[in-house]
């Protein structure tokens, strides 16, 4: 299990490393050039279909495109404040300002 836990980090590392920013960000409005490298973190885990991390436990990553920009923020909101709790995703949010969060969850709510 932890063998194959390890492939899919892998993969999805190697996915990410082959699609750049600006390919990722493609058709995001022109005010959303700050937030290109933080959309390819975001799909590293949200846009593999069926992914599942391993730590700190196995858990399905839900896919974010086409959720409500409100929801998005708040849960971004939610991760950088402490209240939602994953370290992975909480040292993502904590990296974003307010105006960040409010453009990814813009551009992921328009069914990115």
Do not use: W
């Amino acid at each position: 299990m932890f063998l194959r836990s390890r492939y899919f980090a892998a993969a999805a590392c190697a996915l990410l490393a082959c699609a750049s920013p600006a390919a990722l960000a493609q058709g995001a409005k022109a005010g959303d050039a700050s937030i290109r490298g933080q959309l390819s973190l975001c799909a590293g885990c949200h846009g593999i279909p069926g992914y599942k991390t391993a730590y700190p436990v196995v858990y399905h990553v839900p896919k974010i495109g086409g959720q409500s920009p409100t929801y998005i923020a708040n849960a971004l909101k939610a991760y950088r404040s402490g209240d939602r709790q994953h370290p992975s995703m909480r040292g993502i949010a904590a990296s974003l300002s307010d105006a960040q969060i409010e453009q990814i969850a813009a551009y992921y709510g328009g069914g990115k």
